[in-house]
């Protein structure tokens, strides 16, 4: 990431949207790091352009507690969004690749699979490369899925984890988002003086 840009230099295109808490509770910034605590069931923050389409997502992820995070991509709202991530499931090493839709926010793309565990108190990252219809997710540059009949074509970027009883932080740095040419669209946190629960369905408790 040395040929980044730093972040006080960077500003994101005009007339993109507040970020936005689809389900859950709000975020909050503790120095460079996006950093959410406590609540219990879904959180989801989605950030940038609802017009993104071939991009590379990236950032840096660090959890406490059980579980780890997943990435939304291709977000229009609750009920059009992809998911994808590791960590999932009680036994915490099953991968999965799904999208929301308008009967469910979880329905497979394809079958979860066991995969890499992300330990616990370490930073890794996690990296989503989209083009067309097509998709590669990697953590730690290790590739989890490749795919390529993805059910949406454009939205948001976000992140999302499943917090039990409040147990689990996480927190995220180093967020880029770049376009196919490798542009930098978005370099940093995103702004959370409008981080308001907006979505339709606030506060849902969707089990993992």
């Known amino acids: 990431m040395g040929d980044d840009p730093p972040l006080a230099e960077f500003v994101p295109t005009t007339g993109i949207p507040p970020p936005q808490v689809l389900f859950g509770s709000p975020w909050h910034i503790e120095g460079d790091q996006l950093v959410h605590a406590g609540g219990d069931g879904e959180q989801w923050l989605v950030f940038g352009d609802p017009n993104w389409r071939d991009i590379e997502f990236t950032y840096e992820f660090f959890v406490q507690g059980r579980n780890s995070i997943s990435t939304l991509f291709h ?93 689990q932080t996480v927190r995220v740095r180093n967020i880029h988002v770049k376009d196919g040419n490798g542009e930098i669209l978005w370099y940093g946190l995103p702004e959370l003086d409008k981080n308001e629960c907006t979505g339709r369905q606030c506060g849902a408790d969707t089990a993992n």
């Open 75 to 167: 977000v229009t709202g609750p009920s059009q969004a992809t998911i994808w991530g590791t960590g999932w499931f009680r036994q915490g090493n099953f991968a999965i690749l799904q999208h929301a839709n308008n009967t469910t926010l979880f329905d497979p793309l394809v079958r979860a699979k066991p995969s890499i565990s992300t330990q616990q108190n370490q930073w890794h990252t996690a990296r989503t490369l989209i083009r067309h219809r097509s998709v590669q997710c990697f953590v730690n540059d290790f590739l989890v899925w490749e795919f390529d009949q993805l059910p949406y074509s454009h939205g948001r970027v976000g992140l999302r984890f499943w917090n039990r009883e409040g147990d």
